[in-house]
């Protein structure tokens, strides 16, 4: 709960959804979503709400540059095409697990 009561604008958002107010008026919708940031939050979400506001404040101002951004834009597909969920899993198998492929056959 110490992220929670130490920013005011998470805890305003986590008790509008606890309300009811994004699920019809149904308070028990998201209640596992909000239980479990609140209570267990295992991957330090929270904890990140923070820096999450920080990083969003400087991609907004970088947006309204518009040749930056298009630049910054056109980048970041250009470096992302070594990156494949296939390779990326075929280097776990090999490397980590060190398991070999199983070819399945499709009918």
């Excluded at 606890?18 to 919708?29: I, R």
């Excluded at 470096?79 to 499709?106: A, H, N």
Aim: net charge negative; hydrophobic share 35%.
């Amino acid at each position: 709960l110490y992220y929670y009561q130490r920013h005011s604008e998470l805890k305003r958002a986590l008790d509008r959804i606890a309300s009811g107010h994004f699920s019809h008026g149904d308070p028990g919708l998201f209640k596992p979503i909000v239980d479990s940031l609140l209570y267990r939050d295992e991957f330090l979400l929270l904890a990140d709400y923070q820096s999450y506001i920080e990083c969003q404040d400087q991609a907004s101002r970088a947006y309204q540059d518009e040749e930056a951004w298009t630049r910054m834009s056109i980048l970041n597909v250009a470096r992302c095409g070594f990156f494949s969920s296939d390779r990326s899993i075929r280097e776990y198998c090999q490397d980590i697990w060190r398991v070999k492929p199983l070819t399945v056959k499709m009918e």
